[in-house]
T-cell receptor
Framework: DAGVIQSPRHEVTEMGQEVTLRCKPISGHDYLFWYRQTMMRGLELLIYFNNNVPIDDSGMPEDRFSAKMPNASFSTLKIQPSEPRDSAVYFC??????????????FGDGTRLSIL | GQQVMQIPQYQHVQEGEDFTTYCNSSTTLSNIQWYKQRPGGHPVFLIQ?????EVKKQKRLTFQFGEAKKNSSLHITATQTTDVGTYFCAGPRNFGNEKLTFGTGTRLTIIP
């Protein structure tokens, strides 16, 4: 079975450019989560969706960040304009149900983003 | 807000030695999940504990959930080079909450 698929795997771009990260969750999973991982801050939840609807975006650092989920099999995380401090590994994860109902999260391979 | 701390932050052990990481939450958890992230990889789900005082084993790994459901531990017996990585605990922020709070992680390195 295919797991969570993220693209691109690596992205290097100059500050000020728009960056779009993509995610395909596991088929049938109703929950989709976007995380950011850095050495300083660890693994942070940015936003999550339930049945394609954004439920909580309180982790999104600034208005420069936006996320969409137009259908059950696709989500994007966009940064515009990008800044060097956005450099991190961005993970997408999906699950059948929320963690409070004892469901694990399945992570994609991540996108390693470097903003110069 | 809820915090989940893990100690130690780093652990270097000789191959064959045992390893333990401890996880402490500032609030009661409905369950605790453990993940492993290999260097350069992504977090991979290992196990989930739900009941107070629960103990589960996976080969050389033993997981415990505290009686008060605020702490947990992972113990690895006779470490191998394949155990290298960062181990994270994670729990829902509050009962019924849909978000996981990940612990700070313990990075394990093995000296061959």
């Amino acid at each position: 079975d295919a797991g969570v698929i993220q693209s691109p795997r690596h992205e290097v771009t100059e500050m000020g450019q728009e960056v779009t990260l993509r995610c395909k969750p596991i088929s049938g999973h109703d929950y989709l989560f976007w995380y950011r991982q850095t050495m300083m801050r660890g693994l942070e939840l940015l936003i999550y969706f339930n049945n394609n609807v954004p439920i909580d975006d309180s982790g999104m650092p600034e208005d420069r960040f936006s996320a969409k989920m137009p259908n059950a099999s696709f989500s994007t995380l966009k940064i515009q304009p990008s800044e060097p401090r956005d450099s991190a590994v961005y993970f997408c994860a999906s699950s059948l149900a929320p963690p409070s109902r004892n469901q694990p999260q399945h992570f994609g391979d991540g996108t390693r983003l470097s903003i110069l | 807000g809820q915090q989940v701390m893990q100690i130690p932050q780093y652990q270097h052990v000789q191959e064959g030695e045992d390893f333990t990481t401890y996880c402490n939450s500032s609030t009661t958890l409905s369950n605790i999940q453990w993940y492993k992230q290999r260097p350069g990889g992504h977090p991979v789900f290992l196990i989930q504990l739900v009941k107070s005082g629960e103990v589960k084993k996976q080969k050389r790994l033993t997981f415990q959930f505290g009686e008060a459901k605020k702490n947990s531990s992972l113990h690895i017996t006779a470490t191998q080079t394949t155990d290298v990585g960062t181990y994270f605990c994670a729990g829902p922020r509050n009962f019924g909450n849909e978000k996981l709070t990940f612990g700070t992680g313990t990075r394990l390195t093995i000296i061959p």
